[in-house]
């Protein structure tokens, strides 16, 4: 499985991007995906995941200002960040959990990140 991100780049405060991540590959039903951050000397952090199904979850600092959406039948999920504000800065990792079909096992995959950065 394998997951590109994609989107990232310098933004103002106020400004907004949107970040995008396709997941590829077989043998492997995705159930939920999502995007984590992580800003320079700290650690991985969550801010927004979307199930199979369409629930979401954020982080608190996010609400109302970023939203996830999928398509489900391009296994692509998106990040709508309005407002970004320069605490945002981060390197954005996405993530996939799910079944892998041969064995049924719980698998969770990361993409190789994409980095925001927001000016002051």
């Known amino acids: 499985v394998q997951l590109q991100a994609s989107g990232g780049g310098l933004v103002q405060a106020g400004g907004s991007l949107r970040l995008s991540c396709a997941a590829s590959?077989?043998?492997?039903?995705?159930?939920?995906m999502g995007w984590y951050r992580q800003a320079p000397g700290k650690q991985r952090d969550f801010v927004a995941r979307?199930?199979?199904?369409?629930?979401?979850n954020y982080v608190d600092s996010v609400k109302g200002r970023f939203t996830i959406s999928r398509n489900n039948a391009k296994n692509t999920i998106y990040l709508q960040m309005n407002s970004l504000k320069p605490e945002d800065t981060a390197v954005y990792y996405c993530?996939?959990?799910?079944?892998?079909?041969?064995?049924?096992?719980?698998?969770?995959?990361w993409g190789q990140g994409t980095l925001v950065t927001v000016s002051s």
């Open positions: 590959g077989t043998g492997f039903s995705i159930n939920v």
């Open positions: 979307i199930t199979k199904d369409g629930s979401t």
């Open positions: 993530n996939a959990g799910g079944v892998l079909t041969g064995t049924g096992s719980w698998g969770n995959f």
